[in-house]
T-cell receptor, first 112, second 117 residues
């Protein structure tokens, strides 16, 4: 299917475990983003990427790792999950500076 | 420093009233883009409008209108004759160049709009 998809949609994990959230887009967009959404904080940028192998830290990168070996994929890894990382995570992609970003459906992650 | 400020955390209005959502941004770039997104209770993020830094014309789309003023670094959003379906969280966002050709897309904290029937 065309578009941007995130998996899994829901995930419960234990403190200290490593977990990877997947993001895949079919448009060959250059730019991809990861956000977390928490009450009172809106959408906060975790990492963003201009192309394969070009990534930058956003506002809240600590505890997260990203990679982008292929244009269409942008996985987000929590190396050792903490309860403070319980959140809804959104992935987005866009073709260029003057176009809108398209968002995935979100992944609700609960760390217990 | 906050790049995008949406000072109104929550707004409630009675149906058919007009309501304006404020957005103030901060950037050093001369070329940048501003966006508004809507997040209804179902949770998805819906694109509403894009505006580039060189175009200060106001825009109207049905009951929605946007007022972009570079002099005050503001990009405000007005809903006229509000309806219950307008109840949602609204986000303002700023796109600007970053390091090594990367592009940063930063969102405000959002305004939760509730339309009371």
């Amino acid at each position: 299917d065309a578009g941007i998809t995130q998996s899994p949609r829901y995930k419960i994990t234990e403190t200290g475990r490593q977990v990877t959230l997947m993001c895949h887009q079919t448009w060959s967009h250059s730019y991809m983003f990861w956000y977390r959404q928490d009450l009172g904080h809106g959408l906060r940028l975790i990492y963003y990427s201009a192309a394969a192998d070009i990534t930058d830290k956003g506002e809240v990168p600590d505890g997260y790792v990203v990679s982008r070996s292929k244009t269409e994929n942008f996985p987000l890894t929590l190396e050792s999950a903490t309860r403070s990382q319980t959140s809804v995570y959104f992935c987005a992609s866009r073709g260029s500076l003057n176009t809108e970003a398209f968002f995935g459906q979100g992944t609700r992650l609960t760390v217990v | 420093a906050q790049k995008v400020t949406q000072a109104q955390t929550e707004i409630s209005v009675v149906e058919k009233e007009d309501v304006t959502l404020d957005c103030v941004y901060e950037t050093r770039d001369t070329t940048y883009y501003l966006f508004w997104y809507k997040q209804p209770p179902s949770g998805e993020l819906v694109f509403l409008i894009r505006r580039n830094s060189f175009d200060e014309q106001n825009e109207i789309s049905g009951r929605y209108s946007w007022n972009f003023q570079k002099s005050t670094s503001s990009f405000n959003f007005t809903i006229t004759a509000s309806q219950v379906v307008d109840s949602a969280v609204y986000f303002c966002a700023l796109s600007e160049r970053s390091n090594f050709g990367n592009e940063k897309l930063t969102f405000g904290t959002g305004t939760r709009l509730t339309i009371i029937p």
